[in-house]
Each structure stands twice: as C-alpha cells, then as structure tokens.
C-alpha cells in the first residue's frame, strides 16, 4: 500500500518538461484562464491531496510523463533502469473547488 501525498508533497515536482508545459499553456488559452505549468496543473489524485475536487463534468488535459523501471538481467543479475511513456490526465485550478463547496 502506498503512502498518502500530503499536500505540500502533491505540489512539487521532481522533473519538468518543457513539452508538457508548452501543451499546458496551450490548453490554459483555450480555457480562457491563466493557469500556469506546474502551478495550476495536477492530477486528479495530486488536487484531492491538496484539499481540492475536480468540478463535475469537468474534461482532463492529456500529457506524457515517463516512469522508470527499474529491471535486473536474468542472466547476469545487473539492473538497469528503463523509462517508458504513460499518458496523464490533469486539471488546472479554474477547473476544480476546495472540497464541500
């Protein structure tokens, strides 16, 4: 079982990319608002750690992030780390309210 993000934790970012926050800005003008990349921009999982709910019939931006895995050869023992793409949905802040609102 994993470990619930805190807040602060749900705000931060280990790794940026310059892609996803072109997308984002994108997406932000044809929200009509000024959101910013890696500000106003989380998961849906990230906005419930910071206290926050997804609107109903609100519509998720798409993104590639990487995750790494970590593999071991099965003839020799070495691990290695492999990335692979994984879409992402996210929602920008003029898109969700502070819970029980």
């Not at 749900?10 to 003008?29: G, K």
Request: with cysteine; net charge positive; charged share 30%.
């Amino acid at each position: 079982m994993t470990e619930k993000m805190t807040a602060a934790q749900a705000r931060q970012f280990d790794t940026h990319s310059q892609e996803n926050a072109m997308v984002l800005e994108m997406a932000a003008q044809l929200h009509g608002c000024h959101c910013k990349p890696y500000v106003d921009w989380f998961t849906y999982n990230r906005w419930q750690a910071q206290g926050m709910q997804v609107q109903k019939g609100e519509k998720s931006t798409k993104i590639t992030t990487w995750v790494t895995v970590e593999t071991e050869d099965k003839r020799t023992g070495e691990k290695k780390e492999k990335a692979y793409p994984h879409r992402t949905s996210v929602f920008c802040r003029c898109q969700v309210k502070a819970k029980g609102e």
